[in-house]
């Protein structure tokens, strides 16, 4: 069956090495927090000048002066630090931040990422995705893998407009797991979920990509 939001956040916390220091942006990769291993040491920043993230706070623990980018309540570690926005992003621009989790609507196989807007429909703005993007060394996004319609969202083109180009290093859906070792290679199948054949993953996946190794 599909891996659901806490078993792909799960998943990309696997990622996460000692001394990371990591950005999580809205949605399913926030809760990447609860599930930083106790043996590393990593460092959660956000954008709106929070450094050192905690995990999300029970109820009897929740401040409401304490919040995410997403303005979702969380908590502070002894280390924690406030800084402006205007630093925070310096941290991204200037290359600070190792890797960033975010959410997508759309990844090309060619690693190009849509996820700040959809025609037509409200805008928000792109918040700092377009900067993480372009100052963050490994780029990892954690979506659904069909949208709502049941289309592919990891797709040979991307059909909305774009936040980066040739940026995603690793995709976590809720079938499948995909990376590729470098920008100038193509994704391969690395996981499936339980219950799922690679069979399914091609049919409503619309990228080429590299099988499983056992399946060469």
């Known amino acids: 069956m ?21 950005n999580l942006g809205i949605g399913i990769p926030t809760l990447v927090a609860n599930y930083i291993a106790d043996d590393i040491d990593v460092t959660l920043h956000s954008e709106n000048g929070m450094l050192g993230l905690g995990p999300f706070p029970t109820a009897a623990c929740v401040d409401a002066d304490i919040i995410n980018a997403g303005k979702q309540t969380i908590t502070e570690l002894a280390r924690t630090s406030y800084v402006s926005s205007a630093d925070s992003f310096a941290m991204v621009r200037g290359g600070h931040i190792h890797k960033s989790i975010l959410g997508a609507m759309e990844v090309s196989e060619d690693g190009d990422l849509s996820n700040w807007m959809v025609p037509g429909k409200m805008v928000k703005g792109p918040g700092g995705a377009m900067d993480l993007v372009a100052g963050v060394g490994r780029i990892i996004v954690l979506m659904d893998h069909v949208d709502k319609a049941g289309g592919a969202k990891f797709r040979r083109t991307n059909t909305l407009p774009y936040t980066g180009r040739n940026v995603v290093d690793m995709i976590v859906t809720d079938l499948a797991v995909f990376a590729r070792a470098d920008r ?16 399914d993953i091609v049919a409503r996946t619309d990228a080429r990509f590299l099988p499983l190794e056992s399946s060469k």
């Not at 599909?2 to 990591?22: C, F, I, K, S, T």
């Not at 100038?184 to 069979?199: H, K």
């Open 184 to 199: 100038t290679q193509r994704f391969r199948l690395l996981e499936i979920a339980p219950g799922v054949d690679e069979a």
């Open 2 to 22: 599909p891996w659901n939001r806490n078993q792909m956040a799960a998943r990309a916390a696997q990622e996460l090495r000692d001394g990371d220091y990591v």
